[in-house]
């Protein structure tokens, strides 16, 4: 153990001193709405060191509340993605972690590679981790080839983080299939009956047959990431994987229903609104449930069109009982002109 660590995003980075006679740490969860990961293990790595741990969340009733008297170290975390910020303040280091995720942040081997402290959310009765980092794609519009890398690479063994005690596992890996282990992840799930939930989804376009039978076979274990609906996710982002995503898709309805798939369909990014429509009905059509993501909507993106379709899609009465240019007609009829037929044929919507 050593008397500095170094904590980095993909922003920045910095070093803490640990070489102080006030081993007292104050760890603050800002706003994660589920357990800090990286809060869990440096909690652990701090109590391993023989520190005075104190906790609390500014937002989550699930956490513990522990104050620590004149720490010399504070640690806060929250997910926006801003630079590692660290401030000096009458020989306190204080510590800002954020990224794009609190789970974005790079840890030491030491303390990344440590149990969780789960004892921080006595009240969450799960385990969470990563098995694998990175990912075998380069989307052009996700941060994790940036961030963590291509390809895939095995990162922790589930039984590096999964409390025994825990019957539900939060696994975070963006590419679960992807990952060198995934054979061995899943029997381990499956022999140890553990209610899951993959948080990034599947990528139905590396499906095989055995991955299917596999996820038939712990359907009933398949959760959202709140337990409360069997849920799995997916998504079809770009068109052009058109034949590899159905080929997954249609492999995959034979092990699992997909009326508990939700398939993410990326709109406004660089598809026509023939490729949108394409896309819904063609996953509609084979029962999933398609939901239409406006790309960076919270920034002005989309267009009124891109959100009608959205609109339209994601209320399932609505995608059960009109057609989309049905819908338009009653809500915005001046965009109907903006839906040409298009070439390929899609049943009664048009
Ligand atoms: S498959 Fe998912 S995680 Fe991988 S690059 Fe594409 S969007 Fe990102």
Same mark, same amino acid.
């Given at each position: 153990m050593s008397d500095v660590i170094h904590l980095s995003n993909d922003i920045g980075n910095c070093e803490l001193n640990l070489n102080t006679d006030n081993k007292r740490i104050q760890l603050i969860d800002h706003d994660s709405v589920i357990s800090n990961l990286p809060l869990m293990k440096l909690s652990s790595y701090f109590k391993q060191l023989g520190w005075e741990v104190g906790f609390y969340s500014e937002? =989550? $009733?699930?956490a513990i509340s522990v104050h620590v008297d004149n720490p010399s170290l504070i640690i806060r975390s929250s997910v926006f993605n801003k630079p590692l910020i660290k401030t000096n303040l009458s020989g306190t280091q204080i510590i800002d972690i954020c990224s794009s995720t609190d789970f974005g942040i790079w840890l030491n081997d030491e303390i990344e590679h440590i149990r969780p402290d789960y004892s921080l959310y006595p009240k969450n009765d799960y385990s969470i981790g990563y098995t694998s980092r990175g990912c075998i794609r380069r989307c052009p519009f996700c941060v994790v080839p940036k961030?963590?890398? =291509? $390809?895939v690479r095995q990162w922790s063994d589930i039984t590096e983080f999964h409390n025994t005690e825990h019957k539900k596992i939060i696994l975070m890996d963006n590419n679960f299939f992807a990952s060198p282990k995934w054979l061995e992840n899943i029997k381990y799930i499956y022999i140890n009956r553990l209610e899951l939930c993959i948080t990034q989804g599947i990528d139905a376009r590396i499906l095989t047959e055995e991955m299917c039978q596999w996820l038939g076979r712990i359907k009933k274990h398949i959760w959202n990431y709140t337990f409360t609906s069997h849920m799995l996710s997916t998504a079809w982002d770009l068109y052009e994987f058109k034949d590899q995503v159905v080929r997954g898709l249609t492999l995959l309805r034979e092990h699992l229903s997909p009326a508990n798939i939700m398939v993410y369909v990326l709109v406004s990014y660089n598809t026509t609104i023939e490729q949108d429509l394409d896309r819904v009905m063609t996953l509609h059509n084979l029962g999933y449930k398609p939901y239409v993501m406006v790309y960076n909507v919270s920034s002005g993106g989309g267009t009124p069109l891109t959100k009608a379709l959205s609109a339209w899609c994601n209320n399932k009465q609505l995608l059960n009982s009109c057609t989309f240019v049905e819908y338009l007609k009653e809500t915005d009829a001046k965009l109907v002109s903006q839906v040409e037929k298009p070439k390929v044929t899609l049943g009664k919507w048009f």
């Open positions: 937002i =989550n $009733p699930d961030k963590e890398g =291509n $390809p």
